[in-house]
């Protein structure tokens, strides 16, 4: 498999991986983003945390700017995988609006952006990559539907860089989606709604 492109390639799509959140309701010292959660495919019996395997199902498809609120155990296991990590300024909010500003701060001469949630570790590469192409052949917003339901990770073309900039708070891009065209993409993918919110959500999805 060839390697993802540099994230220093202008004309490269990218991901950016929010792990900033302090996620309270899960209710767990060590924070849910650095749980186990699978076993490596690759017959190692290794195991991969949370927030490992969502990133690893990105980083087969494009680079990963991933941001963390601190320097910690999981922004070393990320950046360990092939991410770059950005580091939250200290005192910074950890809403998502502050999280995804940072990282589209770092990679501002992306094409676009793959905008995913380190606590959804089942969408699954090929849903990625649909994204990606939605992108690449000239949709400006494009994102995965299900059941006709929309999912996550969410695609934002180069030209909404200064609106995904100016939001505010723990909405995330909602506001872009209500007020642009949005290219639905039909998956059969579970994933793209499987949060981890809570230790029962975390022992449901391990279970399959």
């Avoid at 004309?11 to 650095?34: P, Q, V, W």
């Avoid at 949005?182 to 998956?187: A, D, F, K, L, P």
């Amino acid at each position: 498999m060839s390697p993802p492109p540099s994230t220093s390639s202008p004309s490269a799509c990218i991901a950016i991986l929010l792990a900033a959140g302090r996620g309270t309701r899960f209710d767990a010292s060590e924070g849910k983003l650095i749980q186990p959660f699978s076993t490596h495919a690759d017959g190692s019996g290794k195991v991969s945390s949370v927030a490992q395997a969502a990133a690893r199902t990105l980083l087969q498809v494009l680079p990963v700017v991933a941001v963390v609120a601190e320097e910690n155990a999981l922004a070393a296991v990320l950046r360990t995988l092939g991410c770059e990590v950005v580091v939250l300024e200290a005192g910074a909010a950890r809403a998502m609006s502050a999280s995804l500003r940072q990282g589209l701060l770092r990679t501002s001469d992306a094409a676009g952006w793959l905008v995913a949630l380190a606590d959804m570790p089942l969408v699954q590469p090929d849903t990625v990559k649909r994204i990606v192409a939605a992108l690449q052949a000239g949709a400006g917003i494009a994102l995965p539907v299900m059941d006709g339901r929309r999912g996550h990770p969410v695609g934002f073309a180069r030209p909404h860089l200064d609106e995904l900039l100016a939001l505010r708070g723990d909405q995330g891009a909602r506001a872009l989606l209500n007020a642009h065209p949005v290219t639905e993409i039909e998956v059969n993918d579970p994933g793209i709604f499987a949060d981890i919110d809570t230790q029962d959500d975390l022992a449901r999805l391990r279970a399959g």
